[in-house]
């Protein structure tokens, strides 16, 4: 067992961090208060392999790892969490379903463009009455001649604002269960009449990420553009939020980290009754044990990151690594506000941002609660 | 067009501290970076080889972690890589190094040579001249823009107050500044693929025809570094224009009873 990263994972975390303290840091802010994304910061990072980073160079992609997607997801959550879900979902969510489950076809025509730099995706699996069950859904895809037609509405669709292409589920047969009656389309968001994707939905955190309600009336779907068998949708997107859940866990390190950080080096700084803040013991202890949580929420990250790479079963460490690195973040960017005082609270520094930011990460590609039943199911308690 | 670009490996001074004791820089947990003029000059060949076609292939002098910044290299575009590596190397002076990379490239070939105008930790910009003089070739040094056209090279030359438009024959070598343009990133995939190429590394045997012992190293240095000390940054002048010339004394004379200097 080794610990350490190889020299390839670290000239890719080098290049993940300067890109984030460089590119992205600057722009967090003000992305945060406007509600929006920058354009130019999503195609800079297609530029530069972002988007592409675990998927086969065969397909366009750059033929790294889940483990160095991690490192990319820590270090751009450091400094924008909404940067982190952008790519994430990208990645795990949409690009992850055509990996595993298209046809070769399918990989080369719309897999490619996601990976090469070309394009966005996003994911539709979440409805109104469908979050954590999803025996709520109501969207409907009908098979008519060579096509299906799509009604119905996804909710929380994260990068929907400016995806080109999406991921999206939808009931083949009412007659069964949701969870056998589910199938996976591929859809372009930009160019099938009858997709409307609404404005952003106003939220807590994440606030630069698009995050929008998209509705289907009537889409046409060629029948090519079925991903998987037709009827295993709810298979294909647990799979995916799997994937998923690794890149949260790292997005939560990320803005721990990224908190920690803060608070550090404004305690170096900041004196009170005579001395720096960092010199006193309290802050000292409490920065220790913040610091021993992430560092363990990151290796519980990196194992689970490691297992997907060896093709080995990793749901249950996904979901331990999600709840505990969530855990995490939402308490080390408490103690962050808490270590800078009232200047922590105010938005002139970051730390608040990601204290909104870390709460998600608890809510997200399975709640907590969701985690603990993946997490007991596999431990053979009944 | 076979464009080689020297690079060198220095510790990145924005986080750097002098020994207050000895005068020597502390290198414990600094990061190690590719010189920032180099970058640009490695920036400036990769766009030429868009423009007309052609390799890319960085040289560095350095020791064996010197290797990380030739993957970075790699990983932003170029074609190959070589390390010259040997302790027969070691406390070369500007003179010994710019001979044994001279050596490099003479075995590797080349029709431009690009370096840095100089190292933000030895600040000597000789480097860069001194190979052109060892392989006999024109040189343009302080090139704040560069472009190709046919075998010549075109060249802004910048001084302090003009600059010079120059076209050179090639083979010449061009030393870059941090202004000639702006360094791309590493891409995720070129590093997945640096890691996957040779970086072919010279020791003395390598070079031996063309390098004499007596010319390397410690005792083919002319000089040696017997101080190292922190400068004062210099604060930035004041131009004052459209005087006359009275008004010009009168002006300096204030200036210098304002600072007790008269």
């Known amino acids: 067992m080794d610990f350490k990263l190889d020299k390839s994972h670290l000239l890719q975390q080098q290049l993940f961090r300067n890109f984030a303290e460089t590119e992205i840091k600057p722009l967090a802010k003000e992305m945060d208060e406007s509600e929006q994304y920058d354009l130019d910061l999503l195609a800079k990072m297609h530029k530069y392999g972002f988007f592409g980073i675990p998927y086969s160079k065969e397909y366009g992609g750059c033929g790294s790892d889940t483990l160095a997607y991690t490192l990319c997801m820590e270090e751009v959550s450091k400094v924008d969490a909404s940067t982190g879900i952008t790519i994430s979902v990208h990645t795990s969510l949409c690009c992850s379903c055509i990996n595993n489950f298209g046809t070769e076809e399918q990989k080369q025509k719309y897999l490619r463009p996601l990976i090469d730099g070309s394009k966005t995706g996003c994911f539709g699996l979440t409805e109104t009455n469908a979050g954590s069950d999803v025996q709520g859904a109501q969207t409907v895809a009908v098979k008519d001649g060579d096509e299906w037609v799509l009604n119905g509405s996804k909710i929380f669709t994260t990068n929907s604002g400016f995806a080109d292409t999406c991921v999206v589920f939808a009931l083949t047969d009412r007659t069964v269960p949701a969870a056998k009656g589910l199938t996976a389309f591929i859809v372009d968001l930009k160019e099938m009449p009858g997709i409307t994707v609404s404005e952003n939905i106003e939220r807590m955190g994440i606030r630069a990420a698009s995050n929008c309600i998209v509705t289907y009336e009537n889409v046409r779907v060629p029948a090519d553009r079925v991903l998987g068998p037709v009827g295993k949708g709810f298979k294909i997107a647990m799979g995916a939020l799997d994937c998923g859940r690794i890149g949260i866990a790292a997005q939560a390190v990320g803005i721990a980290q990224g908190a920690l950080n803060e608070a550090i080096k404004y305690g170096k700084e900041r004196k009170q009754f005579g001395k720096p803040i960092n010199s006193f013991q309290n802050t000292q202890f409490k920065m220790a044990e913040m610091q021993t949580k992430i560092d363990a929420a990151r290796l519980m990250t990196w194992r689970a990151a490691i297992a997907e790479d060896n093709h080995e079963a990793f749901g249950p460490l996904a979901a331990m690594a999600k709840l505990f690195a969530s855990d995490v973040a939402n308490e080390v960017t408490r103690f962050a506000v808490q270590a800078m005082g009232g200047y922590g609270y105010c938005r002139e520094y970051p730390v608040e941002r990601m204290m909104r930011d870390a709460k998600i990460t608890e809510i997200y590609e399975g709640t907590s609660e969701v985690m603990k039943m993946v997490i007991s199911g596999s431990m053979k308690l009944k | ?262």
């Open chain 2, 1 to 262: 067009m076979k464009i080689v670009v020297c690079i060198k490996q220095v510790p990145d001074t924005a986080e750097v501290r002098l020994d207050p004791k000895t005068g020597t820089l502390i290198r414990d947990g600094v990061p190690s970076i590719i010189n920032h003029d180099d970058k640009a000059g490695l920036e400036a060949a990769l766009q030429l080889r868009e423009k007309v076609g052609g390799t890319v292939t960085v040289v560095c002098m350095g020791p064996p972690q010197a290797d990380v910044a030739l993957r970075e290299a790699l990983a932003m575009g170029a074609d190959d890589a070589y390390l010259l590596s040997a302790r027969e190397f070691g406390g070369s002076d500007t003179y010994a190094t710019a001979t044994i990379i001279a050596a490099g490239l003479k075995k590797i070939g080349f029709d431009l040579v690009i370096t840095g105008r100089q190292a933000i930790d030895g600040d000597t910009a000789q480097v860069g001249p001194q190979i052109a003089e060892q392989l006999k070739i024109p040189q343009v040094s302080y090139a704040e823009e560069l472009d190709v056209e046919g075998d010549h090279v075109i060249v802004k030359r910048q001084y302090e107050d003009q600059a010079h438009m120059l076209k050179v024959q090639m083979p010449c070598l061009v030393t870059a500044l941090s202004e000639l343009t702006e360094p791309r990133y590493m891409h995720v995939g070129g590093i997945v693929d640096a890691y996957n190429k040779d970086v072919t590394v010279w020791g003395f045997d390598d070079l031996k025809d063309s390098l004499n012992p007596e010319w390397i190293g410690l005792k083919g240095s002319p000089t040696n570094v017997f101080q190292s000390f922190g400068k004062q940054p210099k604060a930035a002048g004041t131009v004052l224009a459209g005087l006359s010339a009275d008004e010009a004394v009168a002006a300096i004379m204030e200036k210098l009873i304002e600072r007790h200097i008269i």
